[in-house]
């Protein structure tokens, strides 16, 4: 089994940047793909940016150039940066991994394991 946890999330102003974690446990043995998505209410889940095991990485329009994503694979962790945040992020961010995925996937349905989602508010 595979287990995901987010942190990082809370209340930010506009323009300031923020870091997410997303730690993984379980049998991945750190060679997982990970995939960052946000998700509003009424809407469908946001690809925000996805890397592979082996730092292969890929953004969403809505964050390219704005967001960095990196992982710490001794820590079986991954980080998601987001900088000069806007209130169009607020969102609830969660994150997805998967130990049998070959690079990495922009589709939340590629990924068999999800974190429980960290609030993000960006106020103006």
């Known amino acids: 089994q595979v287990q995901v946890v987010e942190s990082g999330g809370g209340s930010v102003q506009a323009g300031d940047s923020l870091r997410l974690s997303c730690t993984v446990s379980g049998r991945t043995l750190g060679t997982f793909a990970a995939g960052w998505f946000r998700q509003v209410p009424g809407k469908d889940r946001e690809f925000i940016a996805t890397i592979g095991w082996n730092g292969g990485n890929d953004y969403g329009e809505s964050v390219k150039g704005r967001a960095t994503v990196s992982r710490d694979n001794a820590k079986a962790t991954v980080y998601l940066r987001l900088f000069d945040v806007k209130p169009e992020d607020t969102a609830v961010y969660y994150c997805?991994?998967?130990?049998?995925?070959?690079?990495?996937?922009?589709?939340?349905?590629?990924?068999?394991?999800w974190g429980q989602g960290t609030q993000v508010t960006v106020s103006s």
């Open positions: 997805a991994a998967d130990p049998d995925l070959a690079g990495y996937s922009r589709k939340p349905s590629d990924y068999d394991y």
